[in-house]
């Protein structure tokens, strides 16, 4: 098995800077693949971000220029640096990570973390 947490969320006020971390745990072989998506109420969720295992990184549109992600291949993390947040990031943030196990490490499985909530407000 594969567990992903997030953690880092909160309330918070625009304009600064906040991290979210993921990690991951269990028994992983090798991660591919890693992003961050969000999903406000009402809403479906939606890309934010992904890193592949060299560093090559996308953005959505509406966070580019914002936020960074980036990860850490020893500690099997993942993180999203939040600079100038707005009201509209208020959201649900998952992480996930395309993993291979010690007993299945030629099939990647997509495994999901449970969500921190960030919440921007002045």
């Known amino acids: 098995q594969v567990q992903l947490v997030e953690s880092g969320g909160g309330l918070v006020q625009p304009g600064g800077s906040l991290r979210l971390s993921c990690a991951a745990s269990?028994?992983?072989?090798?991660?591919?693949?890693m992003g961050w998506y969000r999903q406000a109420p009402g809403q479906q969720r939606e890309l934010v971000a992904t890193?592949?295992?060299?560093?090559?990184?996308n953005y959505a549109d509406s966070v580019k220029g914002r936020f960074v992600i980036s990860r850490d291949n020893a500690k099997n993390t993942v993180y999203l640096q939040m600079n100038s947040r707005n009201p509209e990031d208020t959201a649900v943030y998952y992480c996930?990570?395309?993993?291979?196990?010690?007993?299945?490490?030629?099939?990647?499985?997509?495994?999901w973390g449970q969500g921190t909530q960030v919440t921007v407000s002045s």
């Open positions: 890193i592949s295992s060299g560093g090559r990184r």
């Open positions: 269990g028994s992983i072989f090798s991660i591919y693949a």
């Open positions: 996930n990570a395309d993993v291979t196990t010690q007993d299945r490490r030629l099939t990647p499985e997509r495994s």
